[in-house]
């Protein structure tokens, strides 16, 4: 990001919280602009145009649609992205805020005219000194250990990947934090996702971060949440919860100049926390309690740099539910799996061209399986 450079008076607000002293505050513009152009072959027939797997792979979406043609190409910006953030200090204390929007997973416009799509909001939080409020990565996740990979994620199966809203606390490398519950549990002999926003009990995180004196870097998470469905469905009354837990560890080990990173993630009942929610937290069993799924996922990821402007990264990924499928029946995903290689030049600091493959890998317990090979051109402006 670019600095602005200026110094303000900030708000008679903040003001009043410095004793009337003056508060400089820096400025700053970021983001970047990127444009992409995908070539992509589904086994089984390609969802529709606008269909959010033709935006990037989403683990569950590329069963395909029977009757459509297996070869699309999409162009799109839609992972341009701005941001705009304030650091001020006040008497001592430090006070950031931070705003980020790109246009990413909307279906409100359309590639017949005007390819034109609503913003989103990425990031929203204010920080003052070791507190955090607002919208912002799960504490769960690290999102410095995730690959360079062109595809937007990256490795969706093996990463825990959640921005939400939350209270954290941070005190040197520990990271503590409430955040936004929402249980999503499979019905009993399967069915349509029955999406809950009933629980009042917030998820606890808790997350050390730790290096090492060759410059690795280190994340242990915890998290420990309510599964809650207090709902009627179909005519069906829900009222039942459950206790999820889950642990991640994730990593980034520079290797001369390249580096290596990775992350693993086990638990009962992280759903929706998991592979972008490709297997629930929990299903519904015969007497109506919520019985929780045990899931893992992980990924690797290798950059090599051949020279000061051209890199590759190499990356696998992989995702495994546990299902009863007594309670869930077999239409539910079992196992995710993509694969990845890439090169990128950077004739700039800011610029970047690349070229990637991917291929991927989704089979359900009855035996159906959906694969993707896709190769993708981006370009990439960092603002």
């Not at 269909?51 to 683990?59: A, D, E, G, T």
């Not at 699309?72 to 980020?100: C, M, P, W, Y």
């Not at 994620?153 to 939400?164: L, M, Y």
């Not at 291929?359 to 959906?370: F, Q, S, Y």
């Amino acid at each position: 990001m670019k600095k602005l450079k200026l110094n303000l008076f900030v708000a008679s607000a903040l003001l009043a919280m410095s004793g009337g002293a003056q508060a400089a505050t820096d400025m700053t513009f970021g983001g970047y602009i990127k444009a992409d152009v995908m070539f992509s072959d589904y086994g089984n027939g390609a969802p529709d145009s606008g269909s959010l797997s033709r935006q990037f792979y989403v683990p569950g979406t590329i069963y395909g649609t029977e009757g459509n043609g297996k070869q699309v190409v999409d162009f799109q910006a839609r992972e341009s992205r701005f941001n705009f953030k304030t650091v001020t200090d006040i008497d001592g204390h430090k006070l950031t805020g931070f705003i980020e929007l790109d246009f990413m997973t909307h279906s409100d416009g359309n590639e017949r005219v005007s390819n034109s799509y609503s913003p989103r909001i990425r990031h929203a939080f204010m920080s003052y000194d070791e507190w955090t409020v607002g919208q912002t990565w799960s504490t769960f996740q690290n999102p410095g250990a995730l690959p360079e990979n062109l595809d937007f994620v990256g490795a969706p199966e093996g990463t825990p990947f959640v921005r939400q809203s939350q209270v954290r606390y941070t005190s040197g490398n520990w990271q503590f934090s409430i955040e936004n519950p929402e249980t999503t549990v499979t019905p009993y002999g399967g069915g349509a996702r029955i999406t809950s926003g009933s629980g009042v009990i917030p998820d606890f995180v808790g997350r050390y971060n730790f290096s090492s004196s060759n410059g690795s870097t280190f994340s242990a998470a915890a998290i420990v949440r309510q599964l809650n469905v207090e709902q009627v469905v179909g005519g069906t009354a829900y009222d039942a919860s459950e206790l999820g837990y889950g642990a991640s560890f994730a990593g980034v080990i520079p290797v001369g100049k390249d580096d290596f990173k990775f992350t693993a993630t086990y638990g009962e009942g992280l759903g929706r926390y998991m592979a972008l929610n490709y297997a629930n937290a929990g299903v519904i069993d015969a007497n109506g309690d919520i019985q929780a799924i045990k899931s893992f996922g992980g990924f690797v990821a290798y950059r090599h740099w051949w020279t000061e402007q051209w890199r590759s990264s190499f990356t696998f990924s992989g995702f495994s539910a546990d299902n009863d499928v007594a309670l869930t029946g077999e239409a539910v995903n079992k196992e995710a799996y993509s694969a990845y290689v890439n090169l990128l030049y950077s004739p700039s600091k800011p610029l970047t061209f690349g070229v990637e493959f991917m291929h991927a890998l989704n089979e359900r317990e009855d035996g159906i399986d959906g694969d993707l090979n896709r190769v993708m051109f981006s370009a990439k402006y960092v603002l």
